[in-house]
């Protein structure tokens, strides 16, 4: 039984109509099964376009079609007597052309001699097509009735998609060739636009101000037509100035954040100048409560109470990788056809095949890459949990080998460079993980501070979260007040911008503002070698003071209280049982020898040189210089948990000498090997070779 199914589907701007065909003989053709998401609000339709055989019966069989009845025996090939369906006195012509349309409580039945239109050339509804092209159309190789199934010649638009079916099917041979619709179909492209939607004047022809009905992306801007009509951006306008990428890495305790940031990006969405695209992760209460059992050796109910506080159960709680693209307050997902399932975030792969696909399917002007998770600094970013879970400690962590690996391959090595990579993470305005990305993108983004989360109520009592960039705020600002360029800067600018001023609002919390400071910097990544070898001539120089016989004692002296509490700089973060979370802020150190360091003697040989090399790194991380790699910096005013001021870089020192050497007493495992095998700083200066002269002594 072949039974016609209509699905209205209600949506934002309105109601669509979509047809669906199910079988217990065959897959409708053009149609297929439809495939139903909620996604922000709106049911999307999705096609399967899944092809089946026609199965073969030799019994009678009654086909009901858009209120049409045909019998025929598929064996003999000729009609049977249907007297009992008939009007009285009336007898088919066994001619094989004969069919029945019901009206009301009366069949009536052409005797295929009286009207020229009911013969095999005759064209009853007028779309064109003459009836034994409709009733053979897509008719199966070897089938040997009459009629299959076809197009309905009493109908002119057998699909229902305001398109008649000889505009659809131009040529009448029965095939779709190129520039044709199918008529059988009534979205042949899949864009969610009917045929007669897009030939909006029904003349079989694709013109400049019409969409391509057997093209789901006319402009070539990577959104699907349908998708931008619904959303009221211009089909045919493909000049997209940004694609933003987000790499949105939720599959750790940071789920229920990510979820937040995720709607704030749906608060503006895409728009006909710039595109957003997320990959999303995230993670089980399963996955969560495993996490904590076997990696952090938790007992159960501690376990339990840790997946419980940051799981989030929200949006249909799916625990898989997804793709999405960001439109007003809809997220439309991409990867139904090639689902991803799970991936490792923390997998260079798995970063590279995103960009990969995004610059390659969503052509802009500029591109730019968010990394969105916990991150480490100079050690890098992005935790999966789920791939850390019964593997190694080398699964699901991005080290600064996987980045630069990531970013390479995706950038063809340099040669078409992203124009801003940002992190929306603690601490990645470091100098040595941004070093190691220097060729891959014009721009980086990052805080050399933590970032944080917060759950409060205002004075109203409304129930606010924050955690990380205020995406719609920096969404916001930048379709309303961008300039005419959209440059790098620009963007860079409104994103710093607005994540200081959202964590600096004078509705936030007494606690947090006076222990928290928001800094945001944007480096030109292009001059980083030039910093690179300033900082290498002066840890050179410092390195080959400390070893000196006579004056290295003070230098080693001098070197500690540099980064002590009391009388140094105080370190931009510190995490006492992690030694590599050991972060200065890199101007202020400089800054501390030329105001505190008056040499070792007279006759001191290095002093004047690591003055002179102090001041080359303060030119490079300051605004007055044209040097200056920090083309852009904010940040909140310096509370009790932030030092200050700071510049916008950091930079690794070890607090203890142990954090970097190890201690065989203790069982503490130093960096110092992972810091010189992962790093490109590490190997092209001498900055871990002045922290081994010092800790070694």
């Not at 004969?98 to 009207?115: F, H, M, P, S, W």
């Not at 089909?235 to 599959?251: F, H, Q, V």
């Not at 954040?257 to 993670?283: A, H, P």
């Amino acid at each position: 039984m072949l039974a016609c199914i209509l699905n209205n589907i209600s949506t934002k701007f309105g109601s669509i109509t979509i047809r669906s065909v199910s079988e217990t003989g065959r897959k409708g053709a053009g149609f297929g099964t439809v495939e139903e998401t909620q996604l922000g609000g709106r049911l999307i339709a999705r096609r399967s376009r899944r092809v089946t055989s026609l199965r073969s019966h030799n019994s009678a069989v009654n086909l009901t079609l858009r209120g049409c009845i045909l019998l025929r025996n598929k064996q003999s090939n000729t009609p049977q007597a249907a007297s009992q369906t008939l009007a009285s006195g009336m007898s088919p012509n066994p001619d094989g052309w004969e069919y029945y349309r019901l009206g009301g409580k009366q069949a009536v039945i052409d005797d295929g001699t009286t009207d020229v239109n009911n013969g095999p050339n005759g064209d009853p509804d007028s779309d064109g097509l003459i009836n034994s092209v409709e009733y053979n159309y897509k008719k199966p190789a070897g089938h040997q009735g009459v009629w299959w199934g076809g197009l309905w010649p009493n109908d002119p638009d057998t699909d229902g998609d305001l398109q008649p079916d000889g505009i659809e099917e131009k040529n009448g041979n029965g095939v779709i060739d190129a520039g044709e619709t199918d008529p059988l179909d009534p979205d042949t492209d899949d864009d969610w636009l009917k045929d007669g939607e897009e030939d909006s004047n029904h003349n079989g022809w694709f013109e400049i101000t019409e969409t391509d009905p057997t093209d789901p992306d006319t402009d070539g801007d990577g959104r699907h037509d349908g998708i931008e009509v619904w959303n009221n951006l211009d089909p045919l306008d493909n000049n997209i100035k940004w694609t933003i990428m987000i790499y949105l890495d939720g599959d750790n305790n940071l789920e229920h954040w990510s979820m937040v940031s995720f709607k704030e990006l749906k608060e503006v969405g895409s728009t006909d100048d710039f595109t957003i695209i997320v990959q999303y992760d995230r993670i089980s209460w399963q996955q969560l409560y495993d996490y904590y059992r076997d990696q952090e050796g938790l007992p159960h109910l501690l376990a339990k109470d840790k997946a419980d506080e940051v799981d989030d159960n929200s949006f249909g709680n799916w625990a898989d990788t997804r793709r999405y693209l960001i439109c007003n307050d809809y997220a439309y997902r991409l990867d139904t056809e090639n689902n991803l399932g799970e991936v490792d975030m923390g997998n260079d792969n798995t970063l590279e095949d995103f960009t990969e696909w995004g610059m390659d399917n969503f052509p802009a002007q500029k591109y730019a890459l968010i990394l969105w998770d916990h991150g480490g600094g100079w050690a890098g970013c992005c935790i999966d949990y789920t791939s850390k879970i019964g593997q190694s400690n080398d699964d699901g962590w991005l080290y600064p080998k996987d980045l630069k690996k990531a970013l390479s391959n995706a950038t063809d090595g340099g040669t078409n460079k992203l124009n801003i990579i940002g992190f929306d993470s603690c601490l990645m305005a470091n100098t040595e993980i941004l070093y190691q990305i220097r060729n891959y993108a014009n721009i980086a983004i990052g805080s050399e501070n933590t970032e944080v989360s917060i759950a409060y109520e205002d004075y109203l009592g409304n129930e606010i979260e924050l955690g990380g960039w205020p995406y719609d705020k920096i969404l916001a600002d930048f379709r309303d007040n961008h300039n005419v360029y959209w440059t790098e800067l620009d963007f860079a600018t409104k994103i710093i911008d607005n994540y200081v001023e959202c964590w600096t609002d004078d509705d936030l919390p007494y606690d947090l503002k006076v222990n928290y400071t928001p800094i945001m910097t944007a480096v030109k990544l292009n001059k980083l070698e030039g910093l690179e070898e300033k900082i290498d001539d002066f840890a050179t120089e410092l390195k080959n003071a400390m070893e000196h016989p006579d004056f290295g004692p003070s230098y080693r002296t001098y070197f500690g209280y540099a980064k002590s509490r009391d009388y140094g700089v105080k370190e931009v973060f510190w995490e006492p049982y992690l030694g590599h979370f050991c972060l200065y802020d890199l101007y202020e150190y400089a800054d501390w020898w030329i105001q505190n360091w008056s040499g070792a003697g007279p006759t001191d040989p290095f002093y004047l040189n690591i003055i002179k090399y102090a001041k080359e790194i303060k030119n490079y991380t300051c605004d007055e210089s044209p040097y200056n790699c920090i083309i852009y910096e904010n940040h909140g005013d310096y509370s009790l948990w932030t030092p200050g001021p700071c510049y916008g870089l950091n930079i690794y020192l070890p607090y203890e000498k142990s954090n970097w050497r190890g201690n065989v007493n203790t069982g503490e495992e130093g960096i110092k090997s992972t810091y010189i095998s992962q790093l490109d700083f590490a190997n092209d200066n001498d900055w871990d070779e002045m922290l081994d002269t010092y800790c070694d002594n």
